[in-house]
Nanobody, 116 residues
C-alpha cells in the first residue's frame, strides 16, 4: 500500500530554518505530482508548494522566496526547505501525492511551530 512518511518538523525560532522530508513507498514516485500543504488551528488546509513529475514548481504567495520544494526520484523522497520562518508558518504540514485525478494520497502530518 502507498505510504507517505513525513519527518523534520519541530520547534524553531522566528527567522530560523527547517527541512521537511516525505519518504514515499508503494508507488511509482516519479510519476506523481507531489506537494506540501499545511493547516493551522482554526483554518482550512492550504497548498504551500507543489512539484510536478517533470520538476515544475508552484508556490503559495506566502512561501515564495522563503521555501523551496524539491524531489529526489532516486530516493522516492520529497523535500521542503523552509527559511526565514515566521510565527504564521506554524501549522501541521502534510505531504501529498497525486496522479491524474484518480489517485491521491496524504501523509500523516507533522507539526511545525515557529515561536521564540
Amino acid at each position: 500500500q502507498v505510504q507517505l512518511v513525513e519527518s523534520g518538523g519541530g520547534l524553531v525560532q522566528p527567522g530560523g530554518s527547517l527541512r521537511l522530508s516525505c519518504k514515499a513507498s508503494g508507488m511509482i514516485f516519479r510519476l506523481y505530482a507531489m506537494g506540501w500543504y499545511r493547516q493551522a488551528p482554526g483554518k482550512q488546509r492550504e497548498s504551500v508548494a507543489v512539484i510536478t513529475s517533470d520538476g515544475s514548481t508552484n508556490y503559495a504567495d506566502s512561501a515564495k522566496g522563503r521555501f523551496t520544494i524539491s524531489r529526489d526520484n532516486t530516493k522516492n523522497t520529497l523535500y521542503l526547505q523552509m527559511n526565514s520562518l515566521k510565527p504564521e508558518d506554524t501549522a501541521v504540514y502534510y505531504c501529498n501525492a497525486r496522479l491524474d485525478s484518480k489517485y491521491e494520497y496524504w501523509g500523516q502530518g507533522l507539526q511545525v511551530t515557529v515561536s521564540s
